[in-house]
């Protein structure tokens, strides 16, 4: 009985999967990083509230993380931060320099941002004394340094540039201070957006210690959860009929002012 039970949610579970996508590599030096190696464990959400915390001896293991790349929709969750309360919630730290581009790759089936939708990524300086490995990004910290929006026409069409991309690469300012902070990517898909809590949020935060850095003030700073409430015209629309004339990225301008 208990292993039909068993088979069923693992089936279940699989067909979901296919679905969606994350984020498990660093890119760094032009090169893959070892998957979850600087990035943090993301979140097991759907396999907790199936079948509850400790119902496989596995869960906290890496296969676990593979198996769910189910999105974020509540954005009023602590997990809007990094996605990752359910897991250790750390990582190791590489080391970036300012100036540099790296980036992430996307895993899932297909493996590239195969929905439509919008890109920001964002960074928080861990606090002075504290060592970004045992920081949860709490506070009004995170400033914004990328994005890829959508592109409109007045109302003819509606494209978004990220999709299918198979990984995001973007360069850390010059101007950041040097010191260790988490960097955020997030893809809010919008396939499903025109109902309350529709939009999709795949997200995952990365460890850096930047080095070489500049004298810049980042900013402006938000904090998450806070940032958004789900009501944004760039998080709650329909894109399809009509088509939207304009559209308004989510989130605070990109630092550095271009
Ligand atoms: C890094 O991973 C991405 C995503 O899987 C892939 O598209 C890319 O070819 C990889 N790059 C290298 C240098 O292997
Ligand atoms: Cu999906």
Known sequence: MKGFATLAVIAALAAKASAHYVWPQLIVNGANTTSWQYVRWVLTSSMDSLLGSDAFGFHRSQSNNWQDLNP????????????????????????????????????????????????????????????????????????????????TDGGSTITFPATGMPQVTFPIPSETPSGQYLIRIEHIALHVASSFGGAQFYIACGQVEVTGGGSGTPGPLVQFPGEYTGNEP?????????IPATYTQPGPAVWPAA
Do not use: Q
């Open 72 to 151: 974020l929709t509540d954005v009023s969750s602590v997990d809007v931060r990094c996605y990752d309360s359910e897991e250790s919630g750390t990582s190791s730290t590489m080391s970036v320099a300012a100036g540099s581009t790296i980036g992430f790759t996307v895993s899932g089936n297909p493996a590239n941002l195969y929905h439509p939708g919008v890109l920001n990524v964002y960074m928080a300086k861990a606090p002075d004394g504290t060592d970004v490995a045992d920081w949860d990004g709490s506070g009004n910290v995170w400033f914004k340094v990328y994005e890829i929006s959508a592109v």
């Open 234 to 242: 760039g998080i709650l629309l329909d894109i399809y009929y009509p």
